[in-house]
Every structure is written in structure tokens, then in C-alpha cells.
């Protein structure tokens, strides 16, 4: 995966993100009473807020992007049928292990599903195959690069855990027997977790692994016995007492080199054009036209 893609993937997230935490944040400031019989989202007093409304003001803060977006997820798909490009399951669904193990809280985001992030993969990989189609790279170059470079093919095990800490292991123990009796372990670290960076998202703490020094070392030992969907015994953390519950185990792997050729082969040939990585660069040649003012 190259660097500009997982950049501008995170950062499309962050943006999905932000427009998510913004439109509700922005609810309150409506201020017209609801008219005639459309359909009312929310109510203040005697004030509501239409549907209509509430589509209106998308539009007009967020509709350029969208359809910018959505224009350009097409202009990927004619342009793969057209150059007869295609991309495995396989690079799919490695793309997205790696976009975990490397970055630990990307799969914490709300802002899409599984499917809807492997279909933005998906679009990448296609993008980038389009953008180098003409691009020749030796089967030399792309071994050379390969055999000096395995560490960046490789993921180490990971899990991706939840965790509720307290000061004594008497109150751990207590988090356990709630546990035992059906209660959520989200709602008991809402309530009784001492880390209130990680309480406020219900303990999440995204993937981790034995590269990630942030966490304890007891945490990996501990997620290493767990079974997936199941909570641990506490155990003592310099802080206190930690219980953790494990969601997601990815195994470690060193990919070979046939796994990963075209993957470096599309590496190396993107830094050869010249042009922007966007399907912009094909907007002219399908003739995109915009009834929308949105460019």
C-alpha cells in the first residue's frame, strides 16, 4: 500500500468523521417552525425541524462533496471497464489487514461499514492500476525492492481489545461477576473505567501488538491466551487493575513476494507519472458533465 493512498485514506475518514459530528452539532441552531405536512426530524418546544429542511442545509454545506464523490467512484468503474483493469479479493482483503495492524484506531471509526471501507479500497487499487497501466517496472526492480524491504510486508499478530481499569483488584473482581451476570462490558467501562480517554468509547483501545508501546506488556500476554468475544481475568497494571475483552484476533504474516508483486510493482510505477492521484485526471476523457455546480 503506498503511502499517498493510506494518507488520503485516513484523512477521508477523518473528514467523514467531522461532517458526521458537525451535522448533529449544527441541529440545535436550526431555528424555523416546521411548515405545511412535511415530514419533522426533530422538535425543539414548538419549533420543528423539517425533513426538508434538514436535506436543504446538507446540501448546501456538504452536496458538492458528496457528488464530487460519487461522481468520481464511477468515473473509477467506467474507466476499469474501459482498460479491462481489475483487482483481486485477495489485494482487497489484504489491503484492509494491513490498514488495521498499521493503524489502530482506523477500525473504530463509525463513519463507514467493513463492506463500504473495502469498497473504497477497492476503488484505490483500481485508481492506481489505471493511473499506471502504461508504466513498465522490471520483474528485477520488483524484486530488488521486495528483498530489501520484507519488513514493510509484514504484520505482526494483532488484537483488537477493550479495556476497564481500576485501583484495586477487589473492584476488578466486581467487574467480573457483572460480567458473569450479562452486563455489558461497554456500559461497565462508560461507567467505572479509570482511563477516561478510553471509558468515553466504551474502553475501546483499537488493534495492538507487540510493535505498540503505548499498552502494557501484559495486555499482548494476556490477549495471546483470550478467546475472541470473551472478557480476562484481571490482571495488575502499573496503574492499578485492568480487565480486558478481546473482539478481533489478526494473525501475524509475512507476505511473499507473488502476494505482494503487483502491490510493489503499482508502488514503484506511481512514482513515475506525473499526474495527481485522483480520477480527476479522467473527468474530460468521460465526459463528465456537471448539471450540478459542484467543480
Do not use: C
Not at 16 to 43: C, D, H, K
Not at 115 to 143: G, P, Y
Not at 284 to 294: I, M, P, R, S
Amino acid at each position: 500500500m503506498s503511502k499517498k493512498r493510506l494518507r488520503s485514506m485516513v484523512a477521508g475518514l477523518a473528514l467523514l468523521n467531522l461532517i458526521t459530528i458537525v451535522v448533529f452539532a449544527i441541529w440545535p441552531m436550526f431555528n424555523s417552525r416546521t411548515v405545511g405536512g412535511g415530514e419533522t426530524v426533530a422538535q425543539i418546544g414548538d419549533v420543528g425541524i423539517s425533513r426538508e429542511h434538514w436535506i436543504n442545509e446538507l446540501e448546501q454545506r456538504y452536496g458538492k462533496d458528496v457528488l464530487k464523490e460519487m461522481v468520481n467512484e464511477e468515473v473509477v468503474k467506467q474507466m476499469a471497464e474501459k482498460y479491462d483493469v481489475s483487482v483481486t479479493d485477495q489485494e482487497i482483503e489484504r489491503e484492509y489487514k494491513i490498514m488495521k495492524t498499521l493503524y489502530g484506531t482506523y477500525e473504530q471509526s463509525q463513519s463507514q461499514s467493513e463492506d463500504q471501507r473495502k469498497a473504497q479500497i477497492k476503488a484505490d487499487l483500481l485508481l492506481e492500476e489505471i493511473l499506471t497501466k502504461d508504466v513498465s517496472i522490471s520483474e528485477t526492480e520488483i524484486k530488488n525492492y521486495y528483498n530489501d524491504n520484507q519488513d514493510l510486508f509484514r504484520i505482526p499478530t494483532t488484537y483488537r481489545i477493550s479495556h476497564l481499569t481500576t485501583a484495586t483488584k477487589s473492584e476488578a473482581d466486581k467487574v467480573v461477576k457483572e460480567l458473569t451476570k450479562g452486563v455489558s462490558f461497554q456500559v461497565l467501562a462508560m461507567e467505572k473505567s479509570l482511563d477516561e480517554f478510553t471509558a468515553n468509547q466504551g474502553g475501546a483501545m483499537g488493534f495492538i501488538s507487540e510493535d505498540n508501546e503505548r499498552v502494557p506488556k501484559v495486555y499482548i500476554e494476556t490477549a495471546a491466551s483470550m478467546k475472541t468475544n470473551h472478557w480476562s481475568q484481571p490482571v495488575q497494571i502499573e496503574e492499578g487493575w485492568a480487565v480486558l475483552y478481546l473482539h478481533e484476533k489478526i494473525k501475524g504474516e509475512q507476505f511473499s513476494y507473488d502476494e505482494v508483486k503487483q502491490q510493489i510493482r503499482r508502488q514503484l510505477a506511481m512514482e513515475h507519472i506525473q499526474t495527481s492521484v485522483s480520477s480527476e485526471a479522467f473527468w474530460n476523457e468521460l465526459e463528465v458533465d456537471w448539471l450540478y455546480d459542484a467543480k
